[in-house]
């Protein structure tokens, strides 16, 4: 069939009129699946099930220096597991604070902590009049909750291939000093699966922001979550910081969310030795000290780095046919009708679909009305506001792969009517 | 031997030469002690082993309502240990979220919430011009802390033997609406081991303060954690509150920290809906849940509140013994010689002794000097400043018998030697 673009009136009511009856057939089926969440699947999860009960005993619950991980204290977390994780986020592992089961929350709490407590031997943000962030789109719906949840200014900055718009990022952080931070998942990125290029992170790394407390919060979530055999590398953003001098700059982050439980894993978090001493300050009247017996349920099972690396060829095998699913149907059903685009991404948890302007809000509805539920259309951007209600998300990991396909047919069906509905209009 | 006070200098001098030759003996020891903190020993620690590996495979990890636990959600924590913990602190299940490792943590992001977000519909606390709080003395060092890290002014209250002086704390909740707070361990206080009294209880339900968003920090840390067969009885604070209209007032804290493992329980708040409204909408932002397998292991190791009880005798049968030892030591040694005054606590962690004045630091040195580290003098008030110098806070729980009898044979030595000192300037 041929592009939407180029048909005229007659043409597109034919084809109304056809899809209209595939949509009626769709809900008659009574179908119930969700694709809106980026959550791993069952079988992801049974894969660490060997994790459970791997600390059984007394006398396993002592770090390699002896000490008693069932009691208080170690508020860095446990040696072994710093140093995995400065092996991840390749940071030292003297700038590693292992957290609880979520970065998020080491995210919320970071900005938190600027908020009332300032970085940088700057005012805290609560007391400076405004302050703005800035938010490559489409991005991860958690984080801008976060910024705006402390009521600080969001600024959209476009992403690009290789990252987001770095000539936007420069102009923007150099010209305005209540731009304090911006939000990026540097590899694999929420939700487009873009890996920003060496030169995007040498631009961050060299940013001469006006605000001497804008920080760089470079959530690294997909560090090790490669979904086919072509996965990509990202430039240490640390490294590029400290080589010239703006070690101050970037805040990690990263977990075990999406590699062992959602629920249960472990999170961390690293930045210089004088931002760490702020957080830390923080932390040590926030909290003892995480709980070290799930960090060492952590370091037995994995061991070390390739410990983790082989787990992840096993959650690679999982999720690989789940996304090649989901690309195969878009490719089929969405190439050359002028509808619709979308990048094949090498890692990462979701593939990120631009349908007609205008249209995004409309096929997340027809989706839901027969049963597939999506992430809402706006999520993807701050005040969940899509300028151009183009952007929707599609998280393919926890649905079976015969759920997916049906999920998906129905999907570009409804990309498909919204559009011919907009090009009737 | 006799009362100090009733020495003339030459028994003193005799007194303090005796002394003198027993510390001298003491330092040739080289002890190495630890009295400094409510740490559970590792007795108390292996009787929670069982639980280490109580779930052990995939079909364990779901909630009786079939929810995967292994995987994200579940904001407030799995529905049993809801229950369990709204029987702990006598609140509804819907009143309560379970949360992370520590309740220190929940306390501290609700006084974060309370300074960011407010409470009650009011300014948020940053925003207001200065804002205090009450703080019953001696008190818990790590609750000071935290309002000490949020700049809150501290005002102290004396405790008496029936909770905190009520007289003191109506007055000033009622004349003063920049007051918005008081830190609380109602059963077997923090250092002492006092349970406020019903009337106590009764008097903060009935509390009347000029701010609208004062709150009390109830932690009921020591819920069920007796050390004699004397267990007393708290009565149910916001079953008060509610009785009198005021069940805004009372947010409660409390965790496993001292019942399984201090670095790795459960920890959960509870108050009113309407509370719960604005420190929800902030975890909602924070994260997407804390960890629901400790949550099952909990439930799996314990099944309900009587599981749990019966598990505390376990704890109590090690304890008691070290708490006897401390008392016997003390009764032995000081009674009746003017210089030091204690009460014999029936839970809780730790014995209170109050020297003589001016001398707390001083017998701490001399302590620390023979090898017994205890917590440091003055860390019972806010700011670590405890104006008599008086106070010192035991923690029994982590030493063998063995070991607590030397420590407190050279405590009392220490504590005479002070006092002779002092006596003799």
């Known amino acids: ?18 899809l209209v009856k595939e949509y009626e057939a769709f809900k008659a089926k009574n179908l119930k699946l969700d694709m809106s969440r980026g959550k791993p699947g069952t079988e992801q999860l049974d894969i660490s099930e060997k994790m459970l009960d791997i600390i059984s005993s007394e006398t396993e619950c002592k770090t390699r220096d002896g000490l008693d991980c069932r009691n208080y204290g170690l508020l860095d977390g446990i040696p072994s597991m710093r140093e995995l994780f400065a092996q991840m986020l390749e940071v030292d592992a003297n700038e590693v604070l292992v957290g609880g089961n979520s970065s998020l929350n080491m995210m919320f709490d970071t900005i938190s902590c600027m908020m009332t ?18 938010c490559p789109v489409p991005g991860y ?42 939000w990026c998942v540097p590899k694999y990125s929420n939700p487009q699966g873009i890996t920003y290029s060496d030169e995007t992170v040498k631009r961050f790394a060299n940013l001469k ?3 001497k407390d804008f920080r760089i919060m470079w959530d690294n979530a997909y560090c090790v979550h490669d979904v086919t055999d072509n996965g990509e590398k990202l430039l240490s953003i640390m490294d590029e910081c400290k080589k ?19 629920g249960s894993g472990v999170a961390a978090m690293a930045s210089s030795l004088s931002n760490m001493a702020v957080f830390k300050k923080r932390y040590t009247y926030q909290t003892i000290g995480y709980d070290k017996i799930n960090m060492l349920r952590h370091m037995k099972f994995f061991k ?68 597939v539920v999506l992430t809402g259309a706006g999520a993807t951007f701050p005040y969940g506001n899509d300028p151009k209600n183009s952007n929707i998300r599609i998280a393919p990991s926890f649905p079976p792969v015969d759920e997916l396909n049906v999920a998906m047919d129905l999907f570009c069906l409804c990309v498909k009517l919204a559009a011919v509905e907009k090009l009737l209009k």
């Not at 407590?117 to 800035?134: E, R």
């Not at 982050?253 to 959602?262: A, D, R, V």
């Open 117 to 134: 407590a300032g970085i940088g031997g700057c005012t805290p943000w609560v007391k400076q009049d405004k302050i703005k962030f800035l």
């Open 304 to 371: 070390n780095l390739d410990g983790v690396l082989s787990h992840m060829e096993k959650h690679k095998a999982i999720l690989k046919p789940r996304f090649e699913a989901v690309l195969t149907h878009l490719d089929n059903e969405l190439t050359d009708k002028g509808i619709a685009s979308w990048k094949k991404p090498n890692g990462g948890y979701f593939v990120s679909v631009d349908v007609m302007d205008g249209c995004a809000d409309k096929v997340v509805a027809l989706c839901k009305e027969a049963g």
């Open 209 to 211: 922001p006006a605000a």
């Open 244 to 262: 010239c001098g703006n070690e101050d700059l970037p805040i990690l982050f990263c977990s075990t969310s999406k590699i062992t439980f959602p």
């Open 1 to 18: 069939m041929s592009n939407y673009l180029s048909m005229n009136n007659q043409q597109l009511m034919a084809e109304k009129e056809k």
């Open 141 to 182: 719906d958690r984080h801008f909750g976060i910024t705006e949840y402390f009521g600080i200014e969001m600024i959209n900055v476009p992403m690009t291939a290789t990252g987001p718009d770095m000539d936007v990022v420069e102009g923007l952080v150099a010209a305005d000093d209540t731009i304090k931070g911006i």
